[in-house]
């Protein structure tokens, strides 16, 4: 059985960092697309970065020159460096993993992590 467990989240002040790590059991990801998505209140899940299995990353408009995604070392398959925090980055943050190299916003996503709640407070 496949896994993605987020950790990392937390609550810190407006322009603080954190990193979050996404640990994948059950199968590598190597060389597959990986994902990150949010979720804040009120609104739909939305796709923040990917990393391809080529490591061609995409990010979201919103969080390009802030954040950092990356393959991770280790156990943990993916990391999202998040710099710069604003209270609109408030969210559920979520790790996603597919089959096939590529990672869009459009991918069509296998696996999912259960989240992690990341608070920006201002």
């Known amino acids: 059985q496949v896994q993605l467990v987020e950790s990392g989240g937390g609550l810190v002040q407006a322009g603080g960092s954190l990193r979050l790590s996404c640990t994948a059991s059950?199968?590598?990801?190597?060389?597959?697309?990986m994902a990150w998505f949010r979720q804040r209140p009120g609104k739909e899940r939305e796709f923040v970065a990917g990393?391809?299995?080529?490591?061609?990353?995409k990010y979201a408009d919103s969080v390009k020159g802030r954040w950092t995604i990356s393959r991770g070392t280790d156990l943990a398959a993916l990391t999202l460096q998040l710099n710069g925090l604003k209270p609109e980055d408030t969210a559920v943050y979520y790790c996603?993993?597919?089959?096939?190299?590529?990672?869009?916003?459009?991918?069509?996503?296998?696996?999912w992590g259960q989240g992690t709640q990341v608070t920006v407070s201002s």
């Open positions: 996603a993993g597919r089959l096939l190299p590529a990672a869009g916003p459009d991918s069509r996503y296998d696996y």
């Open positions: 990393i391809s299995g080529g490591g061609t990353t």
């Open positions: 059950g199968r590598t990801f190597i060389g597959a697309g």
